[in-house]
């Protein structure tokens, strides 16, 4: 079932029991190791909903506004996989991925994206990027993304 931003409440305890719903079939993490996740988005309500998420899947995350905010954070350096919007203001997330490809190579990074455009899907992945995912986001989806990352 996709995951929707405009679903949520905008308050944490609605957040995650709305996500919850999503997968009630899985009652314990699917990371066999703890990855720390780095979401960056713009939209507050899909970050709230994607981190609640994959905090109940066992997934360790740090959750960003902006790629500005990411690259700024000490704990930019820590994390296993990048998960970032493409379309933001200021810096988008091709444009984050260009900054991290610099500062740290080997980190994967996984693009989310509302548009519907192959142009933009082969783009993506020629950048480098591990996946692109449609919005709305399908869990199933996501995680598999993240544990192949």
């Excluded at 990371?31 to 960056?40: F, P, R």
């Excluded at 988005?41 to 899909?46: G, I, L, N, S």
């Excluded at 200021?90 to 142009?119: C, N, W």
């Excluded at 783009?123 to 449609?134: F, N």
Aim: aromatic fraction near 6%.
């Amino acid at each position: 079932m996709p995951i929707r931003s405009y679903n949520f409440r905008k308050t944490s305890d609605g957040l995650f029991r709305a996500v919850i719903a999503i997968v009630p079939e899985r009652t314990a993490p699917v990371s066999l190791g703890k990855k720390i996740v780095a979401i960056v988005d713009d939209d507050e309500a899909m970050l709230e909903a994607t981190s609640g998420f994959l905090e109940a899947m066992g997934y360790d995350v740090l959750p960003f506004g902006s790629g500005e905010a990411f690259l700024e954070s000490p704990r930019a350096s820590t994390i296993d996989v990048l998960l970032t919007d493409i379309n933001m203001p200021g810096m988008s997330g091709l444009d984050l991925q260009t900054m991290v490809r610099v500062r740290y190579p080997a980190l994967p990074v996984i693009m989310m994206t509302a548009l519907r455009d192959d142009m933009l899907r082969r783009r993506v992945i020629a950048s480098g990027a591990k996946a692109l995912l449609q919005k709305p986001i399908l869990a199933d989806d996501l995680v598999r993304c993240l544990e192949a990352a």
